[in-house]
Antibody, heavy 125, light 107 residues
Framework: QVQLQESGPGLVKPSGTLSLTCAVS?????????WSWVRQSPGKGLEWIGEIYHTGATTYNPSLKSRVTMSFDKSKKQFSLQLTSVTAADTAVYYCARAGYSYSWSFYYYAMDAWGQGTSVTVSS | DTPMTQSPSTLSASVGDRVTITCRAGQGVNSRLAWYQQKPGKAPKLLIYKASRLESGVPSRFSGSESGTGTEFTLTISSLQPEDFGTYYCQQYSSYSYTFGPGTWLE
């Protein structure tokens, strides 16, 4: 059973850079999975930030693309998010998640089947 | 970016009720539509993927369907249980991006 755990500072200053890491464990075969970041502002809905493949290939939400960078560290089994030039609007709970893939039937779920517990990030001076 | 709408935004129901939530996509999404349940303070939980496939471990009272146009999707709970209360989100994947619906609060 895969487990994902987010980590990083809970407070970031305006105009600074938000940096989070997601550690993946319990996943013996994740060759075909993509790994995402999703955020949820207080009392609001869910917003997809972007996803990364183990090769380093990425896809970002067009509305955040200019400020987002993701990276993948295979040796540590973790992936990271950097969001630059943050403002109060970036205050949210940030989740990492796995895009599902059926290794038995060889198809993508186009959905996120495993999630971290989420980490709260506040942008404030 | 494919906009998503959900209806209703709030739904009041009782244990044993049959409940239906609708999600509409701004364009066809080729059945790449998922449903999630979220409880307060918790991460979303995948219920349905590819419009109608039940995620492993999810009770069979949950089902998903797609209209013929490929832009309207429905989540049905056949007999509401106490643990089913929470917020439900639909999510689509198209043009290499995910978009979530605004959510339906089931109370």
């Amino acid at each position: 059973q895969v487990q994902l755990q987010e980590s990083g500072p809970g407070l970031v200053k305006p105009s600074g850079t938000l940096s989070l890491t997601c550690a993946v464990s319990g996943d013996s075969n994740s060759t075909n999975n993509w790994w995402s970041w999703v955020r949820q502002s207080p009392g609001k809905g869910l917003e997809w930030i972007g996803e990364i493949y183990h090769t380093g290939a990425t896809t970002y939400n067009p509305s955040l693309k200019s400020r987002v960078t993701m990276s993948f560290d295979k040796s540590k089994k973790q992936f990271s998010l950097q969001l630059t030039s943050v403002t109060a609007a970036d205050t949210a709970v940030y989740y990492c998640a796995r895009a599902g893939y059926s290794y038995s039937w060889s198809f993508y779920y186009y959905a996120m089947d495993a999630w971290g517990q989420g980490t709260s990030v506040t942008v404030s001076s | 970016d494919t906009p998503m709408t959900q209806s209703p935004s709030t739904l009041s129901a009782s244990v044993g009720d049959r409940v239906t939530i609708t999600c509409r996509a701004g364009q066809g999404v080729n059945s790449r539509l998922a449903w999630y349940q979220q409880k307060p303070g918790k991460a979303p939980k995948l219920l349905i993927y590819k419009a109608s496939r039940l995620e492993s471990g999810v009770p069979s009272r949950f089902s998903g369907s797609e209209s013929g146009t490929g832009t309207e999707f429905t989540l049905t709970i056949s007999s509401l249980q106490p643990e089913d209360f929470g917020t439900y989100y639909c999510q689509q994947y198209s043009s290499y991006s995910y978009t979530f619906g605004p959510g339906t609060w089931l109370e």
